[in-house]
Structure formats: C-alpha cells, structure tokens
C-alpha cells in the first residue's frame, strides 16, 4: 500500500466541521437540527457582486487570472484600505488568494523554517494552529482569560516571545470570542512588539466591519506606524460581503513579504477565479452601507441571545464587540448527567449531548483551545435562534 506524507499527520479534521457532518447525518434522518456552529453569515452575497461576475463571464473574462489580483482589483483593495483603515498600500504590497485562509496559509509557507514559532492568542480559530504546523513551524498559544474577556494581555505576550518567534497572529474581532480591541488596548500589544524588531506581525481583520454598540475598529499598523513596515494586514469579503462561496481574501504589507508570500502563491494557485476577481472589485468599489445595516441586524441577535443565555442558571457569557460568535463558559455543568444519561465530562460531551438529545449544532471551546466554553453562532435567522435558545435551556435545565 501506498503510503502518506508525515507532514498529514500535523493536521487535525477541524472540530467545526465534525459537528457540521453529525448535523448532516441527524438531518438526513429527517431530523430538524436547529444549527449554532456555522461560521458564515445567512445575508445573501450582494446583487451587485453577482451582477458584476455575470457581466464578467459574458465579457468573455475567463481565461487565466492575473494571480496577485487583477489591477481593478488591487485598486479597490487600495482604496478599501485607505478608506477603511487609513492605511496607505500601493498595488506591489497588496496580493490576493482563494480565501484568507490561503493568504494566511501562503504567508507561513513563504516565512516559516522548521521549529519557528508563532504566536497566538487563545483560544483562537481552529485553523491557525494547523496551518503553522504544515508549515513546519510550532504554534505556541497564550491563554486569554475569560477575565481579561479574552483579550491578549502585554505582559501574556511579552513572556510568550522567544528568540524563535517568528510571528506574532492577532484576529480582533475574534473567532471564537467576538472581543475586539480598543485602540489603547491595540496600543499596548504594539507597544511590546516594538520592543521585538525580529517578529512579523500578522492580523487577521475578517470581522472588521462585523461590529456592535459604535465600538471602533482598529488594525495594528494603523495604531502604531511604526509597525507598518513587518505587519501583514489580512482581511477578505467572506465575512463582511456574505461571500464565503467566492473564495477571495487579500493582504497588505511590506513589499518584500508579498513577494514572498506572492512566490508561494504562483504555485499552489492558479489565481483567484477571474468571475471572482471581479464580484469583489464590485462589492469593494460599491455602497458600503449595507455592512452597517448587517452589522445592526448581527447586533439585534447578539443582544437576544445574550439576554436567553442570562436567564440560564449556571451559564456565564461576556458580551462581546463584534464577529458573530458567543463563548459562554459551561464550567458549572461539568460533573452533571444529562436526561438522556450521558455524562458530562468536558465540554466536547456538553456539544455531543446537546446535538444527540436537543439537535443544536455548537461547537466546543476545545477546538478553540479553551475549555470548558461553547462557541455559539448567531450568523442564523431570529427563527433558529428563538428554538435553538429554547433547546439549549431545556438542555441545561435538564442537566442534573
Ligand atoms: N480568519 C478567521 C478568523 C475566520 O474565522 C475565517 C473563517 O471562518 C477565516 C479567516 C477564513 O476566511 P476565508 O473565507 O476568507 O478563507
């Protein structure tokens, strides 16, 4: 038999999608799953998006892409980056990929050698740890306290730094936690990574426009310029555009980073779909405010949850600034048995029994690397999350 790379062996199948697949299987049985774990918003992309990719395929814009991104595209990405972020990128420091997951991706096999270590935040995405693996590299995770509201303390990071360190990795608003940073707050991260020339910093701002109570967003290198010059700022229309299907993330950074990460790029990609290319120079170009009009509806949803989770008795949740996610802590039910008879050891036995017995798709804090706490998802009509807090209640006050 044939055997595989060892490199396979780094690389877990990510918690989310083992609970999307047993909502699959409860589904295809005719089961009504009420799910709480999808990572992507329920908006429809834009009608200007999808007008400009058809007006592209009839065009006859179907051959090979440009792989940095077409000049339209960089173009629009400039201005976003100006115009968002106050940031100022000509089209050489900006590239785009199938995602930010491979601009992320492309950025460590470009930078990383074997045994370099990258610095996250925690908990985190699932997929950055794993991604800093196959890259050869060695994630190490600074845990972010429920009490800090799972914010990056300056201390936490200074001690985390080693002469290995290669990266550092922020993602504020945050999967899995919402929390988001204030410009003092971001201020006093910078303030340590000055103190650390040989780090690169990379940050990932997906939930940008994904953002509650007039909380202002900020990226680092917009806070502290100084930083401009090792920063990668990753970002993407995934999550603000309602375009996860598109597969188009961008970044912005020094010129000799992007043509580093750009080298990877010409090898495993062709380029971004050219059909792509042009529904995200639409939607950058385009009337931005429909992320403001989303993010009031994101809000709504956040604070009614909120409000179901407090009436819960044993359930604590902060109240986060942004992303679409809530991280309650589930600590008191440890130790309980639930009405169907399972125990509850962890906080992977609290999802599986709130999936078998109530059919609510969450995903456990251990994914994330912290326990125990659950990662709601309210990217999810009022409808489906009326029942789905209705469910995890009864579950809750079932556990005995
Ligand atoms: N970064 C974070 C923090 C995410 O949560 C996700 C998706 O869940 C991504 C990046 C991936 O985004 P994209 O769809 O652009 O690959």
């Not at 595989?4 to 005719?30: I, P």
């Not at 100084?226 to 010129?255: D, F, H, I």
């Amino acid at each position: 038999m044939p055997t595989f790379a060892d490199r396979l062996k780094n690389v877990s199948v990510s918690a989310s999608v083992a609970m999307t697949q047993k909502a699959r299987e409860l589904t295809a049985q005719g089961v009504k799953v009420i799910s709480l774990s999808s990572g992507e918003p329920d908006f429809p992309t834009p009608p200007h998006a999808i007008a400009a990719a058809h007006a592209a395929a009839l065009a006859g814009d179907t051959k090979y892409p440009a792989i940095e991104g077409t000049p339209a595209l960089k173009m629009a990405i400039q201005r976003k980056f100006q115009r968002d972020n106050q940031l100022t990128y000509e089209p050489n420091q900006i590239l785009v990929a199938g995602g930010g997951k491979q601009v992320i991706f492309n950025a460590m096999l470009a930078t990383l050698n074997p045994g370099d270590e990258v610095v996250i935040p925690t908990p985190a995405w699932i997929s950055y740890a794993d991604i800093v693996k196959f890259a050869g590299g060695v994630p190490v995770p600074v845990p972010c306290s429920q009490a800090n509201n799972f914010k990056l303390q300056p201390e936490d990071l200074n001690a985390a730094i080693t002469p290995r360190t290669k990266w550092l990795l922020l993602n504020y608003p945050s999967n899995p936690t919402g929390s988001a940073c204030s410009r003092a707050e971001m201020a006093a991260i910078a303030e340590v990574m000055l103190h650390h020339p040989e780090v690169w910093i990379m940050t990932d701002d997906m939930y940008e426009h994904l953002i509650y109570d007039g909380f202002e967003f900020c990226t680092i290198a917009a806070v502290e310029p100084r930083l401009y010059e090792r920063t990668l700022t990753v970002n993407g229309v995934s999550k603000a555009y309602a375009m996860t299907g598109w597969r188009m993330g961008y970044c912005g950074g020094p010129q000799e980073l992007i043509r580093a990460v750009s080298n990877v790029n010409t090898q495993n990609s062709g380029g971004v779909c050219t059909l792509t290319q042009a529904a995200a120079t639409a939607v950058l170009n385009g009337p931005q405010e429909l992320l403001a009009e989303r993010a009031g509806v994101y809000q709504q949803r956040r604070d009614y949850v909120l409000g179901r989770l407090a009436d819960i008795q044993g359930l604590s949740c902060h109240k986060p600034e942004g992303a679409f996610y809530l991280f309650p802590n589930i600590a008191e039910f440890i130790g309980r048995t639930s009405r169907g008879g399972r125990k509850i050891g962890n906080d992977t036995d609290f999802c599986m029994a709130l999936m078998e017995e109530h059919h609510v798709a969450t995903v456990q804090g251990a994914a994330y690397g912290l326990s125990p706490f659950v990662r709601l998802s309210y990217a999810t009509s009022q409808a489906m999350l009326e029942q789905g807090c209705d469910r995890i209640a009864e579950f809750c006050a079932g556990l005995r």
